[in-house]
């Protein structure tokens, strides 16, 4: 296997390319947001299938290896949703906070987790890598912090006593799915790279 430096990243967003480039930093490869034309549809039931799917699609398509991501937040009272709908469970993230804190209204079980599965496909579309990551978490009744983006301000980890919005940017990077996702994902990486 060759040494690979460029990883194209299987988003359109530049904010989840800079948060990527944050936790492989130290690796020396170089990220690339994979491009605009290139649209996969994300018709998988699980976070993995996703990440594999888009993973695997844009590193065919541009010849190179790939990384993707899927997460989403599920919560336990209804029966794991949003899940892979999370980002389509509103036009806007208050439109999402206020359709989920809707529908669980006054359910007392509160448990929730959000999920983050990354793959890895190597120039032919073929899966190299593959991990999850998950936080545990309860949702409020009502949205705390500035920080962050999406559910951030309803989602609440005990272990911290805040909510991803109330978190620093390290913290968050810590405990969050993605970084346990990420955790898990560089010690396999860094192996891959010596093949």
Request: with cysteine.
């Amino acid at each position: 296997m060759t040494n690979p430096k460029l990883l194209v990243v299987a988003t359109g967003n530049p904010g989840k390319l800079k948060e990527m480039q944050a936790y492989l930093s130290d690796l020396g490869w170089e990220l690339r947001l994979k491009p605009d034309e290139l649209d996969v549809e994300e018709t998988g039931e699980t976070f993995m299938a996703n990440a594999c799917l888009k993973a695997s699609e844009v590193a065919k398509a541009t010849g190179e290896w790939a990384i993707a991501d899927d997460s989403g937040l599920s919560v336990d009272a209804l029966a794991g949703v949003p899940g892979v709908y999370s980002a389509r469970y509103g036009k806007t993230d208050a439109d999402r906070i206020s359709r989920l804190l809707r529908e669980l209204g006054d359910e007392t079980n509160r448990q929730a987790q959000f999920v983050c599965a990354i793959a890895i496909a190597d120039p032919d579309g073929g899966i190299a890598l593959q991990v999850e990551g998950i936080c545990r978490g309860e949702i409020l009744h009502a949205p705390r912090g500035t920080g962050g983006f999406g559910y951030d301000p309803i989602f609440f980890v005990p272990a911290q006593q805040l909510t991803f919005a109330e978190m620093t940017p390290e913290l968050k990077r810590q405990c969050s799915h993605r970084g346990k996702a990420f955790q898990a994902l560089l010690p396999q990486i860094q192996q891959l790279m010596q093949e």
